[in-house]
Nanobody
């Protein structure tokens, strides 16, 4: 069993930055591909970014490429999402997710575990 706890969400002005963190329990973190998804009100949960279990490969949704960066620190059991140049349309609840032996190409149906989510609100 893996528990994921997100932090770092909040209110930010358009053009600003936020850094999300996701801390994972357990001793097998390095065997999980990790990802970030987001869900806006009335919309489906969408893939944002993924990172392979070794950290050597990453993948991004087109809407965040060049603005968001996913990274992981296996020694700290933590995955990060650095979000720069935030836009109004980035407003959503952001979820951390994990899939054992997965790849950076995660779909919403793939993860074995989900975090509880953290709200990101971008204002004008």
């Amino acid at each position: 069993q893996v528990q994921l706890v997100e932090s770092g969400g909040g209110l930010v002005q358009a053009g600003g930055s936020l850094r999300l963190s996701c801390a994972a329990s357990g001793r097998t973190f390095s065997t999980y591909a990790m990802g970030w998804f987001r869900q806006a009100p009335g919309k489906e949960r969408d893939f944002v970014a993924g990172i392979s279990f070794g950290g050597g490969a990453t993948n991004y949704a087109n809407s965040v490429k060049g603005r968001f960066t996913i990274s992981r620190d296996n020694a700290k059991n933590t995955v990060y999402l650095q979000m720069n140049s935030l836009k109004l349309e980035d407003t959503a609840v952001y979820y951390c997710a994990a899939r054992m032996w997965g790849s950076e190409y995660l779909k919403p149906s793939d993860p074995d575990y989900w975090g509880q989510g953290t709200q990101v609100t971008v204002s004008s």
